[in-house]
């Protein structure tokens, strides 16, 4: 990929890209996150063909994951909700979070992408390689695997 391809792709993924770190971040932190990724992708330019939606909006997601890791986890959770009865909220969000990482990776990435990137299942299908019926069905084993962790463990 030449640099004026690049910088041409990046002018238009942006706002994608902070679309989907606001759903992660505050505002400043979505901005600088962006930031980031794009100048890691700018590091690789020459290794990059064309296109870069797909890496571009992973490489933001776990960015993301890993700014709200290095982060207290009351900051983390917080840094996008309001204060009010945020106890409770947050503990619950925790829990889920915790189980989450304990999936299979491919049910991580595609709850994930479901529910904190707003993704169809036609994108994360196109994204994963799989058919939209594969990940349906561990979209619906995820989702029941992490409702009957919680059951289990927390009611």
């Not at 792709?9 to 505050?26: F, I």
């Not at 960015?63 to 983390?76: E, I, N, T």
Request: hydrophobic share 35%.
């Amino acid at each position: 990929m030449t640099q004026e391809e690049f910088k041409e792709e990046a002018r238009r993924l942006r706002p994608r890209l902070l679309q989907t770190a606001r759903r992660y971040l505050c505002e400043d932190d979505a901005e600088d996150t962006v930031q980031d990724v794009l100048l890691r992708l700018w590091q690789m330019v020459d290794m990059l063909r064309m296109p870069i939606d797909a890496l571009a909006t992973v490489l933001v997601r776990n960015f993301c994951v890993d700014r709200l890791r290095r982060q207290k986890p009351s900051q983390a959770l917080t840094a996008n909700c309001e204060q009010a009865d945020e106890t409770e909220t947050d503990e619950r969000i925790e829990r889920v979070l915790a189980m989450i990482d304990t999936l299979p990776t491919l049910q991580q990435t595609i709850l994930r992408l479901r529910h904190m990137d707003g993704m169809g299942m036609r994108e994360i299908a196109e994204l994963t390689g799989s058919s939209e019926v594969a990940i349906r069905k561990a979209l619906s084993r995820a989702r029941q695997t992490l409702r009957q962790q919680y059951e289990k463990r927390y009611e």
